[in-house]
T-cell receptor
Framework: GAGVSQTPSNKVTEKGKYVELRCDPISGHTALYWYRQSLGQGPEFLIYFQGTGAADDSGLPNDRFFAVRPEGSVSTLKIQRTERGDSAVYLC?????????????FGPGTRLLVL | GENVEQHPSTLSVQEGDSAVIKCTYSDSASNYFPWYKQELGKGPQLIIDIRSNVGEKKDQRIAVTLNKTAKHFSLHITETQPEDSAVYFCAADYGQNFVFGPGTRLSVLP
């Protein structure tokens, strides 16, 4: 079956612009996670959805970052007034329930470059 | 919060030799420890995981050990092959999320 997909695979934008990154989780997975990975580092948690609701958004760095999952499937990460420091790989992962300790399946990521 | 450290940051081994990567964590409440392999341009892929009620788990050439008292866990790869070359991340659960280590770049030299 299909894994987690993310679009676009690469995004180049200018400082101050608005960007949207999309994640299609594995069908039937209730839990969805966004992570940010800077060069040479491990993924850092941003936000976790349980169904349509954001169960934990404690990793979002500031109010320029926002994410939605209106129908409990596809999620969009939105970044306003982008800054050069936002440049990173944004990873999405999904899991069957999100409860307990279970595998998170990662997508290939979106590489964001802010010029 | 949880903090995960990982060593070494880079590791080179000859094909056929073993590789060991070690991680420590800080939150005693953590009880799930996955290991991910990330190849260039791809997302992390789970290769093995271990839960706190188990001290060791093995899957073919890969094994993971856990010492809950000392709060450390290790990945062991035996009979390494060139296709094992990648960045490996350990992680520990923290609430409903994972905290990842900084990664180990493994190079298997033919």
């Amino acid at each position: 079956g299909a894994g987690v997909s993310q679009t676009p695979s690469n995004k180049v934008t200018e400082k101050g612009k608005y960007v949207e990154l999309r994640c299609d989780p594995i069908s039937g997975h209730t839990a969805l996670y966004w992570y940010r990975q800077s060069l040479g580092q491990g993924p850092e948690f941003l936000i976790y959805f349980q169904g349509t609701g954001a169960a934990d958004d404690s990793g979002l760095p500031n109010d320029r970052f926002f994410a939605v999952r209106p129908e409990g499937s596809v999620s969009t990460l939105k970044i306003q007034r982008t800054e050069r420091g936002d440049s990173a790989v944004y990873l999405c992962a999904s899991a069957i329930t999100g409860f307990g300790k279970e595998t998170q399946y990662f997508g290939p990521g979106t590489r964001l470059l802010v010029l | 919060g949880e903090n995960v450290e990982q060593h070494p940051s880079t590791l080179s081994v000859q094909e056929g030799d073993s590789a060991v990567i070690k991680c420590t964590y800080s939150d005693s409440a953590s009880n799930y420890f996955p290991w991910y392999k990330q190849e260039l341009g791809k997302g992390p892929q789970l290769i093995i995981d271990i839960r706190s009620n188990v001290g060791e788990k093995k899957d073919q050439r890969i094994a993971v050990t856990l010492n809950k008292t000392a709060k450390h866990f290790s990945l062991h790869i035996t009979e390494t092959q060139p296709e094992d070359s990648a960045v490996y991340f350990c992680a520990a659960d923290y609430g409903q999320n994972f905290v990842f280590g900084p990664g180990t770049r493994l190079s298997v030299l033919p």
